[in-house]
């Protein structure tokens, strides 16, 4: 069901059409767009008309789709590659992997319709391993598109020819960074490399190639049968047309939602994703993953764009959004994103290796109760340190989560550095469970389900947890019907 | 491609049956270049074998004509290669964003208490292993785990009994 706040471009397909049927897709339209392509449009007007539309990367840097096409375009060379960037390896997303498995055709004919523009004639898709029903659905739509001559060889009786084929990824997260991922579909360790030269000159065997995010190229087919104004009279002054979000975590509405750019951070929470669970209180969301950073009730109304949510030290990413509420410590946030980050980086640039490590000590000397006032200057100036020395875009934004947490919940790191508590109360070994006396009615549940039996106490007594012994797993406070038992 | 000689070493090390080497040369052969398709190999060996220890990244060096060294570099590079063989009934807890802050790690821990492994290793009997898994996609099932291609949704660290239950 699409509400009114929402606008369905990237996905208009996904839900509504057979994804397994060419002939559905053709039903609303489908390759319509690469017809007009090929019989009206040359190539440069194909060009010109993604920069005229403003559509800028998906993928997270928001680079302006439009002039990378052109600088493909630009340079001469026998081959040239179009790359479908489908790694979606940012956790708490998956809206790649919803249009790739609802509407396949979209992305094919995307990726035509690019190599046409630059003067390619060779499309790969490199997509996670973990999406084995994306694979299965862009298999079949491949051959499909061919068997209906959509794809391959002198593609509608034209002398334009395009084939696509898929390569899988292994589980890396940095290989969503085009050069990283270019090393991985050469079959290498997907470690990036520096740029210039950029992909669009040399890129995948050092021929000019284009990456392409999935939901950047979902918009395309849209955008060449609607033009230009059409999509640049939606969204903001700097960001175009919609952005797909997932939003996640305690939330009511769990899931993928479409909204024009410009739409505000509460509409999305309340309006579409019905506010928080249990009547709890919102704290932050999460925008562009383990690269972005945390918002709160203070950035609620401003307009979700490009520009807007990196002067908020966040970014847009691929459109993950976790939603927190008063039970999630901060601290522990942004330590479970150094985890990720530090599992994650290729290790080939030393800040981002030993950097991210280095993070990841400090904040957990932190959340057990070892940390000290001078941990939290420490971090923030590596943090800073590392923003401005690692290689790629994943070690440069590593530590967003820290700086964005830092700024905005400083009351929280002070808390545990100064007083040592958890004011959420997830940090256990700063946590203490006590008895209530006078709710206490020693029904002995808590003492029976203790699995280290530190609590005692006689039947209609109050009973008395041995701190000592206490390992704060929390079932005790779990069981109590009575609330007897507090964390702090 | 393969020699005599590294089939013997094969057979008398691990007892791989020859049929699962004659598919992979065969898959290999169906590349249309052997350069760039280490990882494409990896993936099939892997299926075909369940994990790749030392004698199948000699192999699939020699049949692509890699140092080993460059194939041992890729698939420490990358997750979702192995070394180790997986349990029967692989589990595997996704510990994405969305799965986190919905409390994945207690079902972590439940799963360590119940199965007496940590994360990594696999159980004496050989029946499970457990993993932490990136994210599988399906925020909105948080926290998700996942045992072969069974997924389950919404779990607590109650309900771990009753899955592991499901395939004892």
Not at chain 1, 146 to 153: E, F, R, T, V
Not at chain 1, 308 to 327: C, K
Request: with cysteine; aromatic share 8%.
């Amino acid at each position: 069901m699409v509400d009114k706040n929402q606008l369905r471009i990237a996905t208009r397909n996904t839900g509504f059409i057979d994804p397994e049927s060419v002939e559905s897709y053709i039903a609303v339209g489908g390759y319509q767009a690469l017809g007009k392509c090929l019989a009206e449009m040359k190539p440069a007007d194909v060009i010109d008309l993604m920069k005229n539309s403003g559509l800028r990367g998906r993928g997270g840097a928001g680079f302006p789709t439009g002039v990378k096409w052109g600088f493909a375009a630009k340079y001469a060379s026998d081959t040239k590659y179009v790359v479908c960037n489908a790694d979606e390896g940012d956790p708490g997303a998956f809206m790649d992997r919803a249009v790739l498995e609802g509407d396949p055709h979209n992305v094919l004919e995307a990726m035509a319709i690019g190599g046409y523009a630059i003067g390619g004639n060779k499309g790969t898709i490199y997509i996670r391993a973990e999406y084995p029903l994306a694979i299965a659905r862009l298999k079949l739509a491949i051959q499909q598109a061919k068997d209906m001559g959509l794809l391959g060889d002198n593609i509608m009786g034209t002398d334009f020819s395009f084939d696509i084929e898929l390569k899988y990824g292994a589980g890396a997260f940095v290989c969503g960074e085009e050069t990283a991922l270019i090393a991985s579909m050469e079959g290498n360790r997907g470690e990036p490399y520096t740029k210039p030269p950029f992909p669009a000159e040399a890129g995948y065997w050092d021929k000019p190639t284009i990456v392409n995010n999935v939901e950047t190229l979902a918009n395309i087919p849209a955008i060449i049968m609607k033009g230009a104004d059409w999509f640049s009279g939606i969204g903001t002054e700097t960001s175009k047309g919609t952005k797909v979000f997932c939003i996640c975590g305690k939330i009511n509405n769990v899931g993928l939602i479409e909204v024009p750019m410009g739409t505000s951070l509460k509409t999305v929470i309340y309006d579409v994703g019905g506010g928080i669970p249990d009547g709890k209180e919102f704290k932050a969301v999460q925008t562009g993953g383990p690269s972005g950073g945390a918002l709160t009730y203070k950035d609620l109304d401003a307009p979700i764009d490009y520009e807007n949510l990196v002067a908020r030290q966040s970014m847009m990413g691929s459109g993950g959004m976790i939603v927190m509420d008063e039970d999630d410590c901060m601290v522990a946030v942004a330590k479970f994103f150094l985890d990720f980050t530090m599992d994650e980086t290729c290790g080939k640039c030393t800040p981002c290796r030993i950097g991210s490590k280095r993070i990841y000590e400090i904040l957990d000397k932190i959340t057990i109760g070892q940390g000290t006032e001078a941990d939290l200057e420490k971090l923030r100036s590596l943090s800073h340190n590392i923003k401005d020395t690692a290689l790629c875009g994943l070690g440069q934004t590593m530590p967003n989560p820290v700086l964005s947490t830092m700024r905005v919940f400083e009351d929280e790191y002070r808390a545990h550095v100064i007083d040592k508590k958890c004011p959420a109360g997830v940090c256990a070994d700063l946590l203490e469970f006590t008895v209530v006396e006078e709710k206490c009615v020693g029904c002995t549940l808590c003492a029976r389900v203790c699995p280290v039996n530190c609590i005692s106490g006689k039947p209609k007594e109050v009973h008395v947890i041995d701190q000592a012994a206490c390992i704060k797993c929390g079932a005790c406070l779990d069981k109590c019907k009575f609330d007897a038992i507090i964390k702090q | 491609m393969s020699n005599c000689q590294e089939k013997q070493k094969c057979e008398s090390q691990q007892g791989f049956p020859e049929t699962l080497f004659r598919e992979l040369d065969a898959f290999i052969e169906t590349l249309p270049t052997k350069e760039g398709h280490l990882i494409t190999v990896l993936h099939k060996a892997q299926s075909l074998f369940g994990y790749l220890p030392e004698e199948i990244q000699q192999y699939v060096a020699d049949a692509l004509n890699l140092p080993v060294v460059q194939v041992y570099g890729v698939i420490s590079f990358y997750t979702f290669f192995t070394q180790i063989p997986k349990g029967k009934n692989p589990i595997a807890v996704c510990m994405g964003t969305a799965c986190f802050v919905k409390g994945a790690n207690k079902v972590v821990d439940a799963l360590k208490q119940q199965l007496q492994v940590e994360i990594g290793e696999v159980t004496p009997d050989g029946v499970f292993s457990i993993d932490c898994l990136r994210c599988v996609g399906a925020c909105a099932l948080a926290p998700v785990v996942m045992v072969g291609e069974k997924v389950y949704a919404n779990v607590t660290a109650d309900q771990v009994k009753d899955i592991i239950a499901d395939f004892s």
